[in-house]
Every structure is written in C-alpha cells, then in structure tokens.
C-alpha cells in the first residue's frame, strides 16, 4: 500500500532520516515513536507524498513517486485521509461544513445524512451548526478525524492527535482510530504516549515504529 525502500529526507542540516526501509500492508496499524525533532512529521509528510526523498524510492498504492505527475499525487492523496497535530478549521464556517471541506474542494457534495452520521460517529451531533473557536479541544480533534475520513480513505495518518488531550478524551480519540482498523483502514498515529500505545495494543495488533538516530526501527516488547 505505501512502501519505502532506502529513503532518505533531509532539510539542508544533514539528513534527518536515512536507510528507511518500510511497508505499510493494508489493515495494519502502527505508532510512530521518537524524540521531538526526530523526523515523525517528516515521515507522515512523505507517507502522503507532501514530500519527496532526496534518496530511494517510495511507492504509494503501487505507483512510483518520483513518476507521478502533480495531479497524480492529488488524486492519490485522496486515499490518505490525515489528522494535522494543529487542526486547522476556516473559523467562520460551522463545524458541517468544515468536516464537509475535502468533497467540496474535489467538487462533490456531502450527502446530507451521511455527513450527519460521520458527525454523530465522533460524538458531535450537538455541534453541527458550532464555529471551531467554540469547540474544546478533543471536539476539534474528533472534528478533524471526520473531516479526514469522509472521503472514505483507505490509509489514515494522525499526528500527535491527542498530544493537547486529557486521557479520558485521548482514550474516546483511540477507539474511534481503532474502530477505523476493524474496518480494514490502515492506521498511523505518531505519539509520545506510551500508555495510549499500551491501551490500543490489548485492543489490536499494532506495530510500534521507533526513530532513533535518523533510523526507523521496530522498537522492543517493553512497550
């Protein structure tokens, strides 16, 4: 589904990652552990094709990167849906209609009940009509998760998502990332929560990936 092979990314200051060697099989889940600093938003960024190596090859969905036309890598972006660590909303639009943005930017619309039932899956059907300054943080983050998969994506990649939540948030946040997995959508969370790493791994089979010294490594059974 996404695959690296070799491939390294670096921002002028040396590389930041380097020898990643990866692949993503539909269905898995997977954490992404390391250091602030370490490269994990880099690693999301190349998962989607925001950026590419400066070394190696990856492959998204069976096709090259480094062959693909800007417009391919829109469409297959459209297959990866992201949760951002800083949840940007357009303010003066409710909360629908924010969830609703990635069709309306593709130019479809939203099917009225369908986007009723993403919004009450996370929890929000009381804040359909809300603007974003008005919501908490776990509500902006449950928001960004509907807005990252209503275009039905197939491989879901969440940056720190509960970094700014308290634990009882944080574990609601989990079960809907892992509901997601049952349903065969592969999952990516980068965190620093070891124990939010611990609850999803009593409740599915995930790997947890660890970058340490520009490496990515299957990180040991003590977490």
Known sequence: MIEFENVAHGYGGGPLLSEVTLSLAPGSFHFLT??????????LKLCYGELA???????????????????DIARLRQRVGVVHQDCQFLDHLPIADNVALPLTVSGRDADPT?????????????????????LSGGERQRAALARAVIMSPDVLLADEPTGNLDWEMSLRLLALLVELNRMGKTIVVATHDLNLIRAAKAQVSARVLRIKDRRLLLAGAEL
């Open 53 to 71: 190596p400066v070394a190696g090859r990856i492959a998204l969905f069976g096709q090259e990167l480094d062959a693909m036309s800007r417009d």
């Open 34 to 43: 390391g250091p602030s600093g370490a490269g994990k938003s880099t690693f």
């Open 114 to 134: 369908e986007l009723r039932e993403l919004i009450a899956w996370v929890g929000l059907t009381g804040r359909l009509k809300s603007l974003p300054p008005a």
